[in-house]
């Protein structure tokens, strides 16, 4: 028993995905608000209303706070390709390497370089500059998502390469770029990172609200979250549907463990409910619509959906991911894209209906947006979590099983540092909570009235501009 608590493989699978998952909750919001901040910022170029830049020097500070933890987590989760996983660069290096450089050279380094000038270069440079600086940045998150992307849809379906000598050796990049699954899990992590962005952004300007705030730039700001939920949501159903048909193409032992089938059959039902038991392979208290799985699956009623059984060799030994964690989870992203399907279109009906009020939202609305600030990064952390576990036991499909990349350390090490992180990340996660909290209730008591003392080089001066930069909102 106590071998087993202290099992290498086991603790640094559980350390990789806390440094993961806490990692992707800064990209996940930096990817979407730069292109959030680019839009506030040529509203404001196009209308001339200052709530505009002030709703953009508000917003800018959360990516700046976001931007830097995502660069903390980030360095620390790529030391353990060294420490714990050396297998993994050992075998598909050839790959990964390149597309990991790609990442840094193409994205970063523009992000970092471009971010400061949108935090304080709006009276040292000219509009037009601080606004490709906006641009440049938020093209640079994008890349850098587009090159991760690359990289963990090549490890699901891996293409454009061959094995010599049991390392990887790539002979097509527009293959390895572009493989099967590229397209369609950018296309719906993209969508992921709006949502998260757009509840958040609901979810803080409806804390404002409450707080008593009526000004301009929380309006506009409100409206933006809300509608941008409001469109997004379907297009990602509709992104989501497509990027189910390809897992069932290219990887259907996850979508049996999604489903929760183990048995394959057309007409399969649709489980809405159920607790699979791994030993006995079968569902308890199971809830179901019979034929509906086929229908959304494959788009005909008789359409064959793939069980978990097929995925047992003759010796017993299971090819397929651990199905309660994908299973829950899967079903958690769903729920919770249906939540913000509801939740964007009441809440839009209610602005449009109330565009002309001061009192935009009734209160209970405006006190349900505010948990839904978090629920972009519980949908994304469920899916990202069927994605990765779903992938099991393999790390990069059909080349190399996630124990083969493991390292020689010692299950004491790796349990001490993952007790380290944890810790860590809980005290960082409280206090960026709590600073995004702060700066709401200080721009909520300011009600967007401040007024620095000069504007762009050559400009006037704009609410919540550049003085407001260093500090919490006024």
């Given at each position: 028993?106590?071998?087993?608590?202290?099992?290498?493989?086991?603790?640094?699978?559980?350390?990789?995905?806390?440094?993961?998952?806490?990692?992707?909750?800064?990209?996940?919001?930096?990817i979407?608000?730069?292109?959030?901040?680019?839009?506030?910022?040529?509203?404001?170029?196009?209308?001339?209303?200052?709530?505009?830049?002030?709703?953009?020097?508000?917003?800018?500070?959360?990516?700046?706070?976001?931007?830097?933890?995502?660069?903390?987590?980030?360095?620390?989760?790529?030391?353990?390709?060294?420490?714990?996983?050396?297998?993994?660069?050992?075998?598909?290096?050839?790959?990964?390497?390149?597309?990991?450089?790609?990442?840094?050279?193409?994205?970063?380094?523009?992000?970092a370089?471009?971010?400061?000038?949108?935090?304080?270069?709006?009276?040292?440079?000219?509009?037009?500059?601080?606004?490709?600086?906006?641009f440049?940045?938020?093209?640079?998150?994008?890349?850098?998502?587009?090159?991760?992307?690359?990289?963990?849809?090549w490890?699901?379906?891996?293409?454009?390469?061959?094995?010599?000598?049991?390392?990887?050796?790539?002979?097509?990049w527009w293959?390895?770029?572009?493989?099967?699954?590229?397209?369609?899990?950018?296309?719906?992590?993209?969508?992921?990172?709006?949502?998260?962005?757009?509840?958040v952004?609901?979810?803080?300007?409806?804390?404002?609200?409450?707080?008593?705030?009526?000004?301009?730039?929380?309006?506009?700001?409100?409206?933006?979250?809300?509608?941008?939920?409001?469109?997004?949501?379907?297009?990602?159903?509709?992104?989501?549907?497509?990027?189910?048909?390809?897992?069932?193409?290219?990887?259907?032992?996850?979508?049996?463990?999604?489903?929760?089938?183990?048995?394959?059959?057309?007409?399969?039902?649709?489980?809405?409910?159920?607790?699979?038991?791994?030993?006995t392979r079968?569902?308890?208290?199971?809830?179901?619509?019979?034929?509906?799985?086929?229908?959304?699956?494959?788009?005909s009623?008789?359409?064959?959906?793939?069980?978990?059984?097929?995925?047992?060799?003759?010796?017993?030994?299971?090819?397929?991911?651990?199905?309660?964690?994908?299973?829950?989870?899967?079903?958690?992203?769903?729920?919770?894209?249906?939540?913000?399907?509801?939740v964007?279109?009441?809440?839009?009906?209610?602005?449009?209906?109330?565009?002309?009020?001061?009192?935009?939202?009734?209160?209970?609305?405006?006190?349900?947006?505010?948990?839904?600030?978090?629920?972009?990064?519980?949908?994304?952390?469920?899916?990202?979590?069927?994605?990765e576990?779903?992938?099991?036991?393999?790390l990069?499909?059909?080349?190399?099983?996630?124990?083969?990349?493991?390292?020689?350390?010692?299950?004491?090490?790796?349990?001490?540092?993952?007790?380290?992180?944890?810790?860590?990340?809980?005290l960082?996660?409280?206090?960026?909570?709590?600073?995004?909290?702060?700066?709401?209730?200080?721009?909520?008591?300011?009600?967007?009235?401040?007024?620095?003392?000069?504007?762009p080089?050559?400009?006037?001066?704009?609410?919540?501009?550049?003085?407001?930069?260093?500090?919490?909102?006024?």
């Amino acid at each position: 028993m106590a071998e087993s608590a202290f099992d290498p493989f086991i603790l640094s699978r559980i350390q990789f995905a806390a440094n993961i998952s806490f990692h992707i909750l800064f990209p996940t919001i930096t990817i979407a608000l730069g292109w959030v901040l680019l839009y506030f910022k040529l509203q404001y170029n196009r209308s001339g209303d200052q709530a505009w830049m002030s709703a953009y020097f508000f917003w800018v500070k959360v990516f700046a706070l976001s931007f830097a933890m995502g660069v903390v987590s980030g360095i620390t989760m790529s030391f353990q390709f060294g420490t714990n996983w050396p297998g993994f660069m050992e075998t598909v290096g050839n790959v990964a390497g390149p597309l990991l450089a790609y990442e840094v050279l193409t994205a970063f380094f523009l992000e970092a370089v471009f971010v400061g000038i949108m935090l304080f270069g709006f009276r040292r440079v000219s509009n037009r500059v601080h606004t490709l600086a906006t641009f440049l940045v938020a093209f640079g998150t994008t890349m850098s998502a587009f090159w991760i992307l690359v990289l963990n849809s090549w490890m699901q379906t891996p293409a454009g390469f061959e094995m010599r000598d049991g390392v990887a050796h790539a002979t097509d990049w527009w293959a390895i770029v572009f493989n099967p699954s590229m397209p369609y899990r950018l296309a719906h992590m993209l969508l992921a990172s709006g949502l998260t962005v757009a509840f958040v952004i609901a979810g803080v300007s409806a804390l404002r609200y409450l707080l008593g705030d009526r000004s301009s730039p929380m309006r506009k700001a409100l409206n933006t979250g809300v509608a941008l939920g409001a469109i997004l949501i379907p297009i990602q159903i509709f992104a989501g549907d497509l990027h189910g048909l390809n897992t069932l193409e290219h990887q259907p032992a996850k979508i049996a463990a999604m489903e929760g089938h183990w048995e394959t059959k057309s007409r399969a039902p649709l489980i809405l409910f159920a607790l699979p038991d791994e030993d006995t392979r079968e569902n308890n208290l199971e809830i179901a619509i019979p034929g509906l799985a086929s229908l959304i699956l494959t788009h005909s009623l008789d359409g064959e959906v793939p069980g978990l059984n097929d995925f047992v060799l003759e010796d017993g030994t299971v090819k397929h991911p651990p199905v309660v964690p994908v299973f829950f989870a899967f079903r958690i992203m769903v729920g919770i894209g249906v939540l913000m399907l509801l939740v964007s279109w009441t809440a839009s009906w209610f602005l449009w209906r109330r565009r002309a009020s001061e009192e935009a939202l009734p209160r209970w609305l405006a006190l349900g947006l505010v948990p839904m600030a978090l629920s972009g990064w519980v949908a994304t952390l469920s899916g990202w979590y069927v994605t990765e576990i779903g992938r099991q036991p393999w790390l990069v499909t059909g080349v190399m099983t996630t124990k083969d990349a493991l390292g020689p350390v010692a299950g004491g090490m790796v349990l001490s540092t993952l007790l380290a992180y944890l810790a860590v990340y809980v005290l960082l996660l409280g206090a960026y909570m709590f600073v995004i909290v702060r700066l709401a209730i200080k721009a909520a008591r300011a009600g967007g009235t401040e007024r620095p003392d000069a504007g762009p080089a050559g400009g006037t001066a704009i609410p919540g501009g550049p003085d407001a930069m260093p500090q919490p909102a006024e």
